[in-house]
């Protein structure tokens, strides 16, 4: 029989059985559920552990708690992050870029090596890649564990639900703020996440707006900004929870981007109803913790900094030629951080940042040691041109930030920001091309955030500016 | 837990008693990672999300893929391998649905593939405590393929809460087999396991429950039309779930007859 003839069949049978079939034809398979299910299920008296489920979900997706517990637990996680990680970072820092990194040294000169090989192998290479694990493998090996515990307590799912109805305020739909919390990972699972959303409209814009949720690559740098500038500002038993909040902060501001610019999405390039689904609240489990820290380390933390370091020693090396090929009286990098200077002194960055996130669009991981290598080879020369030598036991990063780069709490609190505002890295871009196929989606998912980045950055700057 | 460790002559069973001993019956996995090459059977990995897919995907495969608590964590498919009684098996996690009759992306890859991938067992995942609405998808899934087993999991939490469930009672009700578990304290898992050899071996006969449509006018249609389905189409297994497909307009499948892909479906052309 003839493909055709079928389907003319079928056609005709559609308008002999009248309408709502698919209702029809679901309902029947509930009826026929729940026949089943009755027959199979005996209950026995009533059931305590869901009271207490029910008791604590009442409390924390009120609308006057919900909010406030979350900011909290938040607060929480990165508090403990950050004043324990304190102690670690330091150590190992010490350990890997003033003790190893001599001992290199002193080993490249009892083996006669040539300077110029030292200081790629060293300098470069060597020196990128250990500011990025004693930068980054604390505070990861604490905060990937403990946001994993609260997404095994089965807490999230608690957050979507109070984010939901403000997803919906915006014309969004409500599973976006389930791939937002992905994004909070990795930006590029959370574009993926978004094949959960059936809407096309409503799809691309959990997809253009995913970028606003802070990924792995970028949490080491808020969190590493927030210790040093903003936690020292406050009185010293208070530093690491003012430190902390600044974290949150940033987030939460990620957050009402996330929403401000959904709605401004679906009310001009993507109009449109919000669809409604039903979102289900998993009963809570308690988690296996031993289990919970072991996947945390070996899934996210150490693939993290791998690839962390895998990104870092090429941009070492890179770094290192930059700063070492000169140009007349001054190095490449020197003169590429000039030409960029009026455009970072005009966001409140400065030169050396913006080349960061050029060098940085392969990973966001790589900001933070591209920043302090920058910043030690430029600020060494130019001391050295001056007749000083920076000593190394002085290099620590508030040291070197401060004294070498010129930076001032207004350099943080932008970069923060920025770190939030930039275009998404280029794995990102490449996930949202192959998501959407298109290429004025995926240009306007890049560009959006970078331009919000350099506007509020250059608002934010020229306001402190004037105010003093 | 090496490959040395069971060499043919080790994997029969030193006494009849030994083959239907649950002890007996987890030596004989071994777990491949995502090793899935050179498998003899396809097994498909179905559930409502947060059943505990994905734990059983990792106590089957010895992965650690982590398990999340919510809707939404897996979205496409992840694959992975084990050996059980000298047969190799590539297991395939689909992403977790409340059904497959909608259009999200999700539903559309879990569907495909058990219409398409044709999986010689599909385990489908039902939550003991939340059995009424995770039996909705057991249905959907019993009307595609007819060899299933039903891995009814979080039976220890469902006791907590008071609730007691009739394995042979759901069982019956269904047509496949029923294996009570608690996946994350890895009990019942050897139990899944022999039953899952028993269907991909055609040793237990499964007599899946037919679709359910309650609506004389349905029924009389898709009765029309499942004669005609099976003379274009020989040899199809779910001739009743595509004739309801087709009368409801379902485009994808609508596209499948059209260009043939459905008759790819039949028994011989499947086995390439």
Redo the contacts between chains.
């Keep these: 029989m003839n493909t055709e003839h079928l389907l003319a069949e079928a056609a005709k049978h559609r308008h002999a059985v009248g309408g709502a079939l698919h209702d029809r034809v679901t309902e029947a398979i509930y009826t026929d559920a729940t026949q089943i299910a009755d027959r199979a299920v005996t209950r026995a008296g009533e059931r305590p552990a869901f009271a207490l489920d029910r008791a604590i979900d009442q409390v924390v997706t009120s609308r006057v708690w919900g909010f406030p517990i979350m900011a909290l637990m938040l607060t929480g996680v990165f508090w403990l992050t950050i004043a324990g990680a304190n102690v670690p970072s330091a150590l190992l820092g010490e350990f890997l870029t003033v003790q190893v990194y001599a001992w290199l040294h002193s080993v490249a000169q009892a083996v006669s090596a040539p300077a110029w090989l030292a200081g790629l192998l060293i300098d470069g290479v060597y020196l990128a890649t250990a500011w990025v694990v004693s930068v980054m493998l604390p505070p990861m090996a604490i905060f990937f564990p403990l946001f994993t515990l609260l997404e095994d307590l089965g807490y999230l799912p608690r957050v979507a639900f109070n984010l939901d109805r403000l997803f919906k305020a915006a014309g969004a739909h409500g599973k976006q703020s389930l791939s937002m919390m992905m994004g909070w990972g990795c930006n590029a699972a959370g574009v993926v996440a978004t094949r959960i959303i059936d809407s096309p409209r409503e799809r691309l814009i959990a997809i253009i707006t995913n970028n606003f949720s802070i990924c792995n690559g970028r949490w080491p740098t808020l969190i590493l900004m927030g210790t040093l500038f903003i936690g020292a500002t406050a009185a010293p038993g208070l530093s690491s929870f003012v430190a902390a909040a600044s974290v949150v902060t940033v987030t939460i501001i990620g957050i009402f981007t996330t929403l401000i610019v959904s709605a401004l999405l679906s009310r001009t390039l993507l109009k449109g109803e919000a669809s409604t689904f039903s979102l289900e609240l998993p009963p809570y489990r308690p988690p296996r913790i031993w289990q919970t820290i072991y996947t945390s380390l070996i899934d996210r933390t150490l693939i993290v900094l791998w690839r962390a370091v895998t990104m870092a020693a090429p941009a070492g090396a890179l770094i290192w030629l930059l700063s070492n090929i000169y140009l007349g009286d001054l190095s490449l990098a020197a003169h590429l951080v000039n030409l960029l200077e009026p455009v970072g002194w005009l966001l409140g960055l400065n030169g050396v940042i913006i080349l960061a996130y050029i060098v940085a669009i392969p990973a966001n991981e790589l900001i933070i040691p591209t920043i302090l290598m920058l910043t030690l080879s430029l600020g060494r020369s130019q001391l050295a041109q001056a007749g000083v030598l920076l000593e190394l036991e002085d290099a620590q990063l508030h040291t070197v930030l401060a004294g070498l780069g010129g930076w001032t709490t207004l350099t943080a609190v932008n970069l923060m920001l920025f770190s939030l505002l930039h275009n998404p890295c280029s794995t990102t871009i490449l996930t949202i091309w192959n998501e959407t196929k298109s290429l004025k989606w995926t240009a306007l998912a890049t560009l959006l955030p970078l331009g919000l980045g350099i506007v509020v950055t250059m608002v934010v700057a020229a306001a402190v500016r004037l105010g003093g | 837990m090496t490959e040395q460790a069971l060499t043919p002559d080790m994997a029969a069973a030193p006494s009849a008693q030994c083959a239907t001993c649950p002890i007996y019956s987890s030596a004989q996995l071994v777990k491949l990672g995502v090793d899935a090459s050179g498998y003899d059977y396809v097994i498909a990995l179905a559930g409502n999300?947060?059943t505990g897919k994905s734990t059983i995907f990792n106590a089957l495969t010895g992965l650690?893929q982590?398990?999340?608590?919510?809707?939404?964590k897996t979205?496409?498919r992840a694959e992975g391998g084990f050996r059980f009684r000298e047969q190799r098996y590539k297991l395939i996690d689909l992403p977790g649905t409340y059904?497959l009759?909608?259009?999200?992306?999700?539903e559309e890859v879990a569907r495909d593939f058990l219409l398409f991938g044709r999986p010689d067992v599909t385990i489908v995942v039902l939550d003991a405590?939340r059995?009424?609405?995770n039996?909705?998808l057991?249905?959907?899934v019993l009307a595609i393929t007819d060899r299933v087993v039903v891995a009814l999991n979080l039976v220890d939490?469902a006791r907590?809460?008071?609730?007691?469930?009739?394995?042979r009672?759901?069982s019956r009700?269904?047509g496949v087999p029923v294996v009570p578990m608690a996946a994350?304290r890895g009990q019942g898992v050897p139990e899944l396991l022999a039953a899952i050899a028993e269907v991909a071996s055609g040793a237990y006969p499964t007599r899946p429950?037919r679709?359910?449509?309650?609506?004389p006018?349905?029924e009389q249609?898709v009765a029309?039309?499942v004669p005609?389905?099976e003379?274009?189409f020989p040899g199809l297994p779910n001739a009743r779930w595509v004739?309801?497909r087709?009368?409801?307009?379902d485009a994808s499948i609508?596209q499948a007859?059209?260009d043939?892909t459905l008759g790819a479906l039949a028994p011989t052309m499947a086995l390439a």
């Design positions: 999300p947060n650690r982590h398990t999340g608590n919510w809707s939404g979205v496409s059904s009759l909608s259009t999200s992306t999700d405590t059995l009424e609405r039996l909705n057991a249905l959907q939490e907590r809460h008071g609730m007691t469930v009739d394995v009672s759901l009700d269904l994350r429950r679709l359910p449509l309650r609506d006018a349905v249609a029309a039309l005609q389905i003379a274009t004739a309801l087709l009368i409801d307009g609508t007859v059209r043939g």
